[in-house]
């Protein structure tokens, strides 16, 4: 097993008061294995990506649980350790907005070779040979490097991005909505290229995104995550096929399929709610059509059912 | 677009500019002379008539005294070139301006009577007191502007805005004024008029000559540095927001390389534009406050024309100031082509 | 409607005004300036402005430092006094003999500067026949000193009792003979010309007198006598005696005599008018222009646009100071408020321009235009409202330059001769070299007040962009 995530809790300082932007998720991913996170805009998922490699913006912290990254204990090691020690070298990162991403004043070359003077020993010609490689893995020209970002386009930025991300060849590279920026061609383009960069590296990943339809390609396991919590985790193809949890249903109801004919692309009424205050019981129920007197009043407990799937919920559709 | 490209039109831009200031402010500057010129003319022909030949001839021969005074006037207009059109003077001022050659003043000021060499004695120390000042404020700007932009909502940058606010209310030349009154007059630790003195020689004189800048540097330092931290701190605070200092940070760089490398660097050409444009914001202030301090520089001489009235000096301290002004400007475009790629290569 | 939905938006501003402590302070302030502004000729007197540029006051001491420099220091300085005819005694003799007693308390260490007397109105006009006036000192310690004897008085005299001849030489005479110090007739020469009767006629008798007199506390207490002749009348109710103080008032005197307070309070006039003049011109000009440019785009925002650079690229109080000098130093206050607006707009202009710009694209204005909203309609419902709260902080943000500007042409003498402003008292302490012989209250007042209008108008206007403009907030 290579990461093992117990019962996290990222919550944020406000004003207004404690936002529990994570709030107890527990999930563990083996080696080689490609976990997708789900859910809409806001409920927790790019803070839980954040906690992952202890860049939680401030006012946020990480409050309670475990991370163990192959046995190490990453939520009580010291933050300058940490730094050196797993930052990049073990968990990478791949980010959200990738306009932005890279320091429009250094050249790409200086970008990549950073990870490599903090981290590593190796000769300044090592590395730029290694850059060139990952440069070519990504279908990028190697004379990129003298380049700057504002030269190059959104599709290109993003796959200097992922180049960089597995310069160390790290455990585990965190993929937080790489394609959101992008058009559809070059989101293909760069799906693509995790699938095949899966394939050949045996990438250990956590794709998060709101997009189900693009989780089907490419995750081994999907968990959907709502209101802070995972609601429903489980096998790609079994949440995709068979979801259980009324959420889930409801997001998958929401996107076309291809193969399928669909009628009516449902939508879930209402909006998440505010994290700083949720509602009692299950966080779902105000919007859920199967909700019961319990959903209300008790937080659902985990269960695993026989198809291997975790789900939280009192009253699972049959 | 080349940056090269760029640049020459930006300095053909200036380079118009300062011709088109150069002719307006011409065009007031010859209204001025003339009605100058006009008493002038007036007093020198009263001055001649006080001669007995001339007083003689007025008794005897009235026609003839007439004649000489038509004469005289007419060969001292010509002396005034009243007798060009006004246009012919406008343009051959605005030539005689853009080439640098600004006339006499009528009285000697500091030991120079032409404008041009009085201008060139001044535009050094002027440059020398203000870009020390703003050498010692961009210091001490950025070392504050930082520490409150990763404090932010903090008690130390809530007291930085409180002070750039305060300090951003005072009128330098005043905070100079009071200065003054405590630290020469009250405390007595400084020379309350910067002069320097000009019997001092080597060595000494320099020491002179930094002993009288420490009044009129620290006025300038003391009025700018809040403001300007300020800005430090608000362009740093918007740099460090951005995607690729969390990007940085989960590199595993150093806390001090993001800070001082990723987001200082990033946030260098728009800190430069300001320092630069900050500089010239503060030229108004700082004309007035080396009034104040009696510091040889061009604000004393606008202080000096004002008062004596020399015309020709304040047109030519205008013109060298406004050039210098836009020369500033395509110096902060320059830098700024070198701080940031996006410029350099193309726009 | 439209109404309901401004008193709404006027609400949630005063509900987010609160949570402001900078904008409360501002606008307590700019509350307290605007009264002082308005009520400036009940504060002082309403002959201010007039009297400021034309005339020395000479009733007043020159360079005094405000009263309240007492209570700080050891050394008392008699302050300044006038007494009206109503805080004497008057007893009429009968015979056209009148006696009028002023009664002072000396309790300072250094006595008034001088004491003059003025007022008399007598309608002889036969110079024999003028009123005589004898004035008498009856001091603490028991002696009395013939200061003037019979003196012929007409309608414009004034007595200067420090410098008046007679009184120097009487009081001379007195002080030799009292305290019995022997003097040599050199020394005596430069005694009379170099002492300071004032000093003497409030100093303890005693070998010192001449060289360091000690001050002699108590009352002291002026015998005027006049007599007039039969038939003709004097009249004393303009009569005062105005002892001059080495302190004045509240803020004290310039070199001219004037009072400092009355010219803080006018100024405050000047600097709030000019200031809120010149920031709610050059923002409307700046706004419209900016959002014409925007509107108009093509050839017309181009020239619009290179005429913004080309005013923006100017500096601006070099061409200013040129500017007032052509007007030979004589810019009236509108001339400024007009010089000050040519170069205030631009910044708000491209500002506007660019916010405008940005609106047009948005996807409402854009449903409006193909829903047939004509031009006017966008500009006034959706861009101007958008603009407009950028447009007030911006006023009030603006008021400090303008204020600052103002005050600086002033220094330079530049600015309105007849006006009285902060500036100009700056000028005139700068000219007299008020710092280097540290005549501080007349210094710091003028640009404390010129930083109390800055700093409200800013802690206003920062207030003002932090609700208006939330996007801002974070910063």
């Known amino acids: 097993m290579l990461l093992r995530v117990t019962d996290l809790k990222t919550h944020f300082f406000t004003t207004r008061g404690v936002v529990r932007g994570v709030d107890g998720v527990s999930f563990t991913l083996e080696k080689g294995e490609v976990l997708g996170l789900a859910g809409e805009s806001g409920c927790g998922k790019s803070t839980l990506g954040y906690s992952l490699i202890r860049l939680v913006p401030p006012p946020g912290r990480i409050v309670g649980g475990e991370i163990e990254l192959d046995g190490l204990n990453l939520t009580s090691m010291n933050e300058n350790t940490f730094r050196r020690e797993v930052r990049w070298k073990r968990i990478s990162m791949i980010f959200q907005g990738a306009m932005n991403a890279l320091n429009p004043v250094y050249s790409i070359g200086y970008q990549m070779m950073e990870p490599f003077k903090y981290h590593t020993d190796a000769s300044e010609d090592e590395a730029k040979e290694r850059i060139a490689r990952h440069l070519e893995l990504v279908g990028l020209d190697p004379e990129i490097v003298s380049r700057y970002p504002h030269e190059l386009s959104g599709g290109m930025k993003q796959r200097v991005m992922i180049a960089m991300a597995l310069l160390l060849e790290p455990d585990l590279v965190i993929a937080d909505e790489p394609t959101t920026a992008l058009d559809v061609i070059v989101q293909a383009q760069i799906i693509n290229l995790l699938k095949k960069l899966k394939k050949e590296l045996g990438l250990s990943l956590i794709f998060i995104t709101h997009d189900l339809s693009i989780l089907a390609e490419i995750s081994d396991k999907i968990a959907v995550m709502y209101a802070g919590k995972i609601v429903e985790l489980g096998d790609s193809e079994i949440i995709y096929e068979n979801p259980k949890h009324p959420y889930t249903q409801k997001l998958l109801a929401a996107i076309p399929r291809v193969h399928e004919r669909v009628d009516k692309l449902e939508f879930i009424p209402g909006a998440p709610p505010n994290l700083a205050n949720p509602p009692p019981g299950c966080r779902f129920h105000p919007r859920c059509p199967y909700a019961i007197k319990i959903c209300m009043e008790k937080e659902p407990g985990k269960e695993v059912l026989d198809d291997g799937r975790v789900i939280y919920c009192h009253n699972i559709p049959r | ?347 | 409607m439209r109404l309901e939905d401004l008193k709404e938006s006027a609400k949630d501003f005063l509900h987010e005004f609160r949570y402001q402590k900078g904008g409360i302070i501002g606008f307590v302030l700019l509350v307290i300036l605007v009264s002082v502004a308005v009520f400036a000729p009940y504060i002082t007197s309403p002959d201010v402005p007039e009297r400021w540029s034309k005339e020395f006051w000479v009733e007043n001491p020159q360079n005094a430092p405000p009263t309240w420099i007492n209570y700080f220091s050891s050394e008392k300085l008699a302050p300044h006094e006038v007494y009206t005819i109503e805080d004497m005694q008057v007893e009429d003799m009968g015979g056209g003999r009148k006696i009028i007693k002023i009664v002072y308390m000396n309790s300072y260490d250094s006595p008034p500067k001088d004491i003059v007397l003025k007022g008399f109105e007598t309608t002889a006009s036969d110079v024999r026949q003028k009123p005589k006036m004898t004035i008498i000192l009856k001091r603490p310690d028991g002696n009395e000193i013939v200061l003037m004897k019979d003196r012929r008085i007409s309608s414009n005299t004034v007595i200067q009792i420090a410098t008046n001849t007679e009184v120097k030489n009487n009081v001379f005479n007195w002080a030799k003979t009292t305290s019995g110090v022997q003097l040599n007739p050199v020394e005596e020469i430069k005694l009379q010309a170099l002492m300071d009767t004032m000093k003497i006629l409030f100093g303890k008798v005693d070998k010192k007198i001449f060289e360091s007199p000690v001050p002699l506390l108590g009352e002291y207490v002026f015998e005027i006598q006049i007599t007039s002749s039969d038939d003709d009348t004097i009249n004393l109710s303009n009569f005062t005696a105005v002892f001059s103080g080495r302190t004045y008032g509240l803020m004290g005197t310039d070199s001219k005599g004037r009072d400092i307070w009355a010219g803080l309070i006018w100024g405050t006039r000047v600097s709030l008018s000019v200031g809120i003049a010149v920031a709610v011109l050059s923002v409307l000009i700046g706004v419209v222009y900016g959002v014409a440019s925007a509107y108009f785009g093509g050839w017309r925002d181009e020239l619009l646009q290179r005429f913004n650079e080309f005013m923006f690229s100017l500096p601006v109080l070099p061409i200013l100071i040129l500017l007032g000098a052509y007007f030979k130093g004589h810019v009236d206050l509108v001339q400024i408020v007009l010089l000050l607006v040519l170069f205030g707009w631009v910044g708000v202009a491209k500002v506007a321009r660019s916010m405008a710009l940005q609106i047009k694209e948005q996807t409402f204005v854009e449903a409006a235009r193909a829903l047939g909203a004509g031009s006017g309609r966008i500009v006034f419902k959706h861009i101007m409202p958008q603009i407009m709260p950028y447009a007030f902080s911006q006023m009030a943000l603006s008021v400090p330059y303008a204020v600052m500007t103002e005050a600086a042409l002033s220094f330079l003498g530049l600015g309105d001769p007849t006006a009285v402003t902060w500036g100009q008292m700056l000028y005139d302490a700068q000219n007299a070299g008020a710092t280097i012989n540290g005549y501080w209250w007349w210094v710091i007042p003028p640009g404390l007040a010129i930083a109390l209008v800055g700093l409200s108008f800013v802690l206003l206007g920062v207030a003002l962009d932090r609700i208006l403009n939330p996007r801002m907030r974070t910063l």
């Open chain 2, 1 to 347: 677009m080349s940056f090269a490209k760029y640049l020459g039109i930006r300095i053909f831009n200036a380079l118009l500019v300062l011709i088109f200031v150069t002719f307006v402010v011409s065009i007031l500057f010859v209204k001025v002379a003339e009605d100058d010129a006009k008493t002038r003319i007036a007093e020198i022909i009263n001055n001649e008539a006080r001669n007995p030949s001339l007083i003689r001839l007025k008794a005897n021969d009235p026609e003839a005294f007439e004649k000489w005074k038509r004469n005289r006037m007419e060969q001292l207009k010509r002396e005034f070139e009243l007798d060009k059109t006004f246009w012919e003077r406008v343009i051959s001022k605005t030539k005689n301006t853009l080439l640098l050659d600004f006339g006499n003043a009528r009285s000697p000021v500091f030991g120079e009577i032409k404008v041009s060499k009085i201008i060139e004695k001044a535009i050094p120390r002027t440059v020398l007191l203000f870009t020390t000042a703003q050498i010692i404020i961009t210091f001490i700007g950025l070392i504050l502007g930082i520490k409150a932009a990763q404090k932010a909502g903090k008690a130390v940058d809530k007291l930085l805005s409180v002070l750039a606010m305060l300090t951003a209310s005072l009128p330098m030349w005043w905070v100079g004024m009071v200065f003054i009154l405590i630290f020469a007059f009250q405390l007595g630790l400084f020379p309350a008029s910067s002069l320097p003195d000009p019997n001092l020689e080597g060595f000494a004189y320099y020491r002179d000559l930094i002993w009288r800048m420490l009044l009129p540097l620290a006025t300038v330092v003391f009025v700018s540095f809040g403001g300007w931290a300020y800005t430090t701190r608000n362009i740093m605070i918007t740099t460090m927001h951005e995607d690729f200092i969390t990007v940085a940070r989960a590199k595993g760089v150093p806390e001090n390389r993001v800070i001082y490398g990723h987001a200082l660097r990033a946030a260098s050409p728009p800190i430069v534009t300001n320092v630069i444009i900050g500089l010239l914001g503060s030229l108004g202030g700082a004309i007035i406050t080396e009034a104040v301090f009696n510091w040889p520089g061009m604000g004393r001489l606008y202080w000096v024309a004002l008062q004596q009235s020399e015309v020709n000096l304040l047109m030519g301290v205008t013109y060298v100031t406004v050039a210098l002004f836009l020369a500033s400007m395509i110096i902060a475009d320059v830098i700024y082509g070198y701080l940031d790629p996006r410029v350099r290569v193309g726009r």
